[in-house]
């Protein structure tokens, strides 16, 4: 048998079958699977498009919830930077004010800071040889008492100098002078007098700006006639001459104005006459001085002044028994003062004075008259050391009618002084060591008439005291 065709046939008769059979579950198979590839994707869009619609109405929710927030979040943004704005309107307000309180702070702080304070003590004793116990020294306008310890003068002092550097604040000044102690009643303006305290200089000062500036006084001020001052620090000598206390007056009250250009300085003024802060007359007093001054080379200081006061004052006098009598005449000083000093270490000065008065009555019961005084003085000061000052002053007082020291007669002084700073120098720029100073000085007064009180009872031509002081002053 051949097995061979047998088996082929088999083969090929089985393969059919299976073909037939298989071709059968194969192409449902397929079917389905075709189907399901083609209706997969439209599947998919249609729960897609179920999905987005969804989607979308929950996105479109979700939008306008977002856009409520929105609205209200911008709402309480522009609320915000509506308080930021009126928050920062508010700081730079405040800011602004400040600056402008800093700034009027800053000024008066400048103001206050420009203030000068000052005291000084000065403290005497004197004694007069063959002179009465109890009696005041003939002659002494600030320094009468005999053997005495005094506290003379205890002053302070508050100034501000204006200046045109600044603002406003800087145009306005003053000045006040107040002294306790035994001065005070013997430098006293009438109107305002104490046996304690009297303030010989309070006034304003306002300086204009205009050219090298005109400084305004009002109130009351030193007298600018004569070369000595109140301020015992300020004058070579001890006791004040003939001149200060005779020939001058001390202060004035009212108005003055002056105006320095270049070395000459300018000064005139209207006041209610000498030593008078309530006026005692319907008429005023009018001052002026021309004043010039240099310095350079071995001229450490040269000043040359020509004051004059031109008014009519009153004067009353009183007799033993009450009576008075007043006159009203026209009165007229004119002093001329002269300073030279060489290398800080020699000064020469002159003081001339020359006064006079019509229609004045000397004594109740006499007849009004014309008076006149003049006097001239003298000095030399030394400075062989920072540390030690000679000086010496002389000078000669003519009242020929007795109206200014009670009696007619012609008066001569001499008086040498020696100061000592014992500690200038000691401590470098320590002023409140260096201003301590304790002076000594003998003094000569004679007239060529009996006029001084002795011992015996009697008046003699001629005067001798010893006299020690000590002073100590502060500038803050």
């Known amino acids: ?14 393969g059919k079958k299976f073909n037939i059979k298989g071709g059968k579950v194969g192409m449902k198979n397929i079917t389905i699977f075709i189907l399901t590839i083609l209706l997969v994707p439209f599947l998919n869009v249609a729960i897609s498009f179920a999905a987005s619609d969804a989607e979308i109405q929950k996105l479109k929710q979700m939008i306008m919830e977002n856009k409520k927030q929105n609205e209200i979040l911008m709402q309480k943004v522009e609320q915000l930077e509506a308080e930021k ?112 305290v009297d303030p ?70 209207l006041n209610n006459g000498w030593d008078v802060v309530d006026d005692n007359n319907s008429d005023k007093t009018i001052e002026s001085q021309i004043a010039f001054s240099h310095s350079g080379g071995a001229i450490t200081d040269l000043w040359i002044g020509v004051t004059g006061y031109f008014g009519r004052e009153l004067v009353s006098v009183e007799n033993d028994i009450g009576e008075t009598a007043s006159s009203n005449g026209w009165r007229e000083l004119i002093t001329a003062v002269g300073t030279l000093t060489f290398f800080d270490k020699l000064t020469f000065i002159v003081d001339a004075d020359f006064g006079w008065q019509q229609d004045t009555v000397l004594f109740v019961g006499a007849q009004q ?41 012609k008066l001569y002084e001499l008086t040498p002084t020696i100061s000592f700073r014992p500690f200038k120098g000691l401590i470098a720029a320590n002023k409140y060591l260096d201003n301590f100073e304790a002076r000594f000085e003998f003094r000569w007064d004679h007239s060529d008439e009996p006029f001084f009180p002795n011992t015996n009872g009697g008046l003699d031509e001629d005067q001798y005291t010893l006299q020690a002081q000590m002073l100590y002053w502060i500038d803050l």
């Open 200 to 269: 010989y200089q309070a006034y304003l000062q306002v300086l204009a700006p205009v050219g090298n500036g005109i400084n305004f006084y009002a109130g009351k001020f030193v007298t600018l006639a004569g070369y000595e001052v109140i301020e015992a620090k300020d004058n070579p000598n001890i006791t004040r001459s003939i001149l200060f206390g005779f020939a001058i007056p001390f202060t004035h009250t009212g108005i003055r104005a002056d105006y320095t250009a270049g070395p000459v300085t300018l000064t005139a003024g």
């Open 1 to 14: 048998m051949n097995f061979s065709l047998i088996d082929k046939k088999q083969k090929r008769s089985r």
């Open 369 to 409: 008259q014309n008076v006149r005084w003049w006097g001239i003085a003298g000095y030399i000061v030394v400075t062989p050391h920072p540390a030690v000052t000679l000086a010496l002053r002389g000078e000669y007082f003519d009242d020929e009618d007795g109206f200014r020291t009670g009696q007619s007669q």
């Open 85 to 196: 704005t009126s928050k920062d309107q508010r700081i730079e307000k405040f800011i602004s004010e400040q600056e402008q309180k800093d700034l009027e702070m800053a000024g008066l702080m400048k103001f206050f800071d420009a203030i000068d304070l000052g005291f000084y003590i000065d403290t005497t004793y004197q004694y007069a040889f063959d002179h009465p116990n109890g009696e005041d020294i003939p002659l002494r306008s600030l320094y009468p008492e005999d053997n005495e310890f005094e506290i003379d003068a205890f002053t302070i002092s508050i100034s501000k100098t204006p200046t045109m550097d600044g603002g406003v604040w800087d145009l306005l000044g003053f000045r006040a002078d107040i002294l306790f102690g035994e001065i005070a009643p013997r430098i006293a303006s009438a109107g305002l007098s104490s046996d304690v």
